[in-house]
């Protein structure tokens, strides 16, 4: 592309032509830095970005413009973003990063992304609404305590010391 993206600690995105190698514009973005940001596939002019704060934002523009057009707000700081193979939704992914049973993407709902965060919760956004639900969650710390329901061995439901509670399918 024309264009090179880049995030900085202080929450700006930062463009550069890469054609004539010159800085072009700085763009603020984000509160307590720009964790990670990706560019629709089919649409170059779309751009969305995670922040340290829990917000996700989409952005339009091209060059030196671009308008942040809506935000949605999720728990913890988000830490990917990824365009999902049908261009249509977004992945975020948390850290540490989910066991591979839990990486699927689902196709039951074309127009929407999935949001993680640093505190253990995946997050599906609909692009049409950029209303965040909670898809999954997990846990970031020591677990304390393994409850398996009384004739259900296939849920578990488990606690932390924080008094912090996910149950699991």
Avoid at 47 to 60: E, N
Avoid at 115 to 128: H, N, P, V
């Amino acid at each position: 592309g024309l264009f090179l993206l880049a995030g900085t600690e202080n929450g700006e995105v930062c463009v550069f032509n890469t054609k004539h190698r010159i800085f072009r514009a700085s763009v603020t973005a984000a509160k307590n830095g720009v964790r990670t940001m990706c560019c629709s596939e089919t649409d170059d002019t779309c751009l969305y970005i995670g922040a340290g704060d829990g917000t996700v934002t989409h952005f339009c523009g091209t060059d030196c413009h671009w308008k942040a057009q809506r935000s949605a707000r999720v728990q913890g700081k988000v830490m990917s973003l990824s365009v999902r193979a049908d261009g249509k939704s977004l992945l975020v992914g948390m850290s540490p990063p989910p066991p591979p049973s839990l990486t699927h993407t689902h196709t039951h709902t074309p127009h929407f992304f999935l949001s993680g965060t640093s505190r253990g919760t995946m997050y599906e956004i609909e692009l049409d609404t950029f209303t965040p639900k909670i898809l999954l969650s997990s846990h970031v710390d020591s677990i304390n305590a393994v409850v398996f329901p009384k004739n259900l061995s296939t849920t578990t439901e488990t606690a932390m010391t924080s008094c912090e509670r996910c149950c699991t399918a």
